[in-house]
Nanobody, 119 residues
């Protein structure tokens, strides 16, 4: 069974840091693209960052550049999201997702992990 599972969420004060992890299990090879999405209360889910299999290409939402860093360890089939200088507006449920190719949709999703940033 192919799974992606997030961990590392929690409660942090504004200005603090958190690192989210997403482990992909059951894959015969590391997913082509892995990414993080965020869904704030009352808002739609949106792409935060994504990274290709060999890490040569990354994308960040414009509003998050410079504060968030995505990385991956293919030996562990794990992708990370380092979040620094957190703001209350970063609060939300963070979802990990995977795409099997450049032309595929985001077809594998984790259950999400809650991040709450207090002011």
């Amino acid at each position: 069974q192919v799974l992606v599972e997030e961990s590392g969420g929690g409660l942090v004060q504004a200005g603090g840091s958190l690192r989210l992890s997403c482990a992909a299990s059951g894959w015969t090879s590391s997913p082509y693209i892995m990414g993080w999405f965020r869904q704030a209360p009352g808002k739609e889910r949106g792409l935060v960052a994504q990274i290709t299999r060999n890490g040569d290409s990354t994308y960040y939402s414009d509003s998050l550049k410079g504060r968030f860093t995505i990385s991956r360890d293919n030996a562990k089939n794990t992708v990370y999201l380092q979040m620094n200088s957190l703001k209350p507006e970063d609060t939300g449920v963070y979802f990990c997702a995977a795409r099997t190719s450049a032309f595929a949709s985001w077809n594998y999703w984790g259950q999400g992990t809650q991040v709450t940033v207090s002011s």
